[in-house]
């Protein structure tokens, strides 16, 4: 099976501090990795570094057989990101982001109904997202990032603010069911290594053994 | 491109329709720049290169509330990131953020010179209207193309309020001069556009030079 991602001895430093240094990881088509390690440990800098959104400063990188940060401009239409902010337009209700996002991507019309349907936030989906509870933002952030189909989702905690009902209501679209290729950080080591094929810890920017001495 | 463009474009005018954060502050700055010129100076009204170099100073420092909350949203709202993760080239962000910036220096001249008119200028604007419409729009064209660029320079530092200010207006000097030296002959008693054409000429050439330059550079300064 051919890899998605490839990384060899990956760096990436904020001036001089080092925020990521020789991060080497293979995760297959279809799989999931799920990246672990405690505050300020690098995972959502690796994340951003996979999403082609900060350029490594070190090592190789290739994503969906795309050289980083050289064919950057490749990953964008492959790419579904759920991170810390649900880049959305506070002002804007939240069909019109989905319209937004829909056409930078070119998706069709029909497929922005579809998507709230699935996440069953039609009903709340003409009202201003800053009038909106944190969980429906975030299926509502899910639905930009499903919307265009991508093959890769980098989910940095993703079921953050979603009751139980809802953490259901988008596994077929973003959990392991979803037969999409994932890089899944979250604080919740267990239920990480449950849904993943590879795991990688952090621990100051640097690979570290998944175990108890990881969050210490 | 210019179908992303007019996407990212829609999105800004509705933001600022739903929030009214830019253009109306720019307006109730320019309009009280007037009154306190008019005190400051202790002139009824006012005729020639003052009123002209009062009306340009004024629309050009407004210009700058415009330009600080042009990417407000972006910044605020992680909207660069959306942004770069859409397969849209960059250049259409900076043709989005410049036509938009363009259309609400627009919006506040239209309030911002008839109140010019009524509250300091001594000739009145009847006359000279077409050909300050050309300089008024030449000299939008240099700012938004400016301003957009400064704009998106500074989105991503944390002091974006001093530094708009400090790289905006050394940039818009020949925009200033041409302007201010294109109206002056519009604001005399007995009215005439005097050379306007080779002012109107520099800031042809000014729009031109920096429409290029902004599209050269505007992918670089959104690389992290």
Not at chain 1, 62 to 80: I, Y
Not at chain 2, 66 to 85: C, K, M, P, T, W
Not at chain 2, 118 to 125: A, T
Request: glycine share 10%; net charge negative; with cysteine.
């Amino acid at each position: 099976m051919d890899a998605a991602i490839e990384l060899e001895g990956v760096e990436r430093r904020y001036g001089e501090r080092v925020a990521l240094a020789g991060v080497s990881v293979s995760v297959p088509e279809g799989a999931t990795l799920a990246v672990l390690g405690g505050n300020g440990a690098g995972k959502t800098t690796l994340l951003r570094v996979v999403a082609g959104l900060l350029r490594p400063h070190g090592g190789r990188a290739h994503v969906l057989g795309a050289a980083l940060p050289d064919e950057r401009w490749k990953l964008p239409a492959r790419v579904g990101y759920v991170g810390h902010e649900p880049l959305l337009y506070r002002e804007l209700s939240g069909r019109e982001n989905l319209r937004y996002h829909g056409d930078l991507h070119g998706v069709q019309h029909g497929r922005i109904q579809e998507v709230l349907e699935e996440l069953e936030i039609a009903g709340r989906a003409d009202e201003p997202v800053r009038d909106l509870s944190k969980g429906l933002v975030q299926r509502l952030a899910i639905a930009r990032a499903i919307l265009h189909e991508p093959t890769l989702l980098l989910l940095d905690e993703p079921r953050a603010n979603l009751d139980p009902a809802a953490a259901e209501l988008v596994e077929p679209l973003i959990g392991r069911s979803s037969g999409r290729t994932r890089v899944l950080v979250s604080h919740d080591v267990s239920g990480a290594l449950e849904e993943s094929d590879v795991a990688l810890g952090l621990k100051g920017g640097r690979p570290a053994p998944v175990d108890a001495e990881l969050y210490r | 491109m210019i179908a992303a463009a007019r996407t990212i474009l829609r999105k800004d005018l509705l933001i600022e329709w739903r929030t009214k954060e830019s253009v109306p502050a720019m307006v109730l700055f320019s309009i009280t720049v007037y009154v306190l010129f008019h005190f400051g100076l202790d002139r009824d009204s006012l005729d020639g290169e003052l009123a002209s170099g009062v009306l340009w100073v004024t629309l050009l420092l407004a210009a700058v509330i415009g330009v600080s909350r042009l990417f407000a949203a972006e910044r605020e709202q992680g909207g660069i990131d959306g942004l770069l993760l859409s397969p849209v080239d960059r250049t259409a962000l900076f043709v989005a953020k410049a036509v938009a910036l363009f259309l609400f220096l627009t919006a506040v001249e239209l309030v911002a010179v008839p109140a010019f008119g009524l509250l300091l200028l001594g000739p009145g604007l009847g006359g000279a209207f077409p050909e300050l419409l050309a300089v008024l729009a030449l000299g939008n064209l240099g700012v938004a193309a400016v301003g957009a660029l400064v704009s998106a320079l500074a989105a991503e530092t944390r002091a974006h309020e001093l530094i708009v200010p400090i790289l905006l207006l050394p940039l818009l000097v020949p925009v200033l001069i041409a302007c201010a030296q294109a109206t002056e002959p519009l604001f005399r008693q007995e009215a005439g556009p005097e050379d306007l054409g080779r002012w109107l000429g520099l800031l042809t050439l000014y729009d031109v030079v920096f429409v290029l330059l902004s599209v050269a550079v505007f992918d670089f300064l959104l690389e992290d």
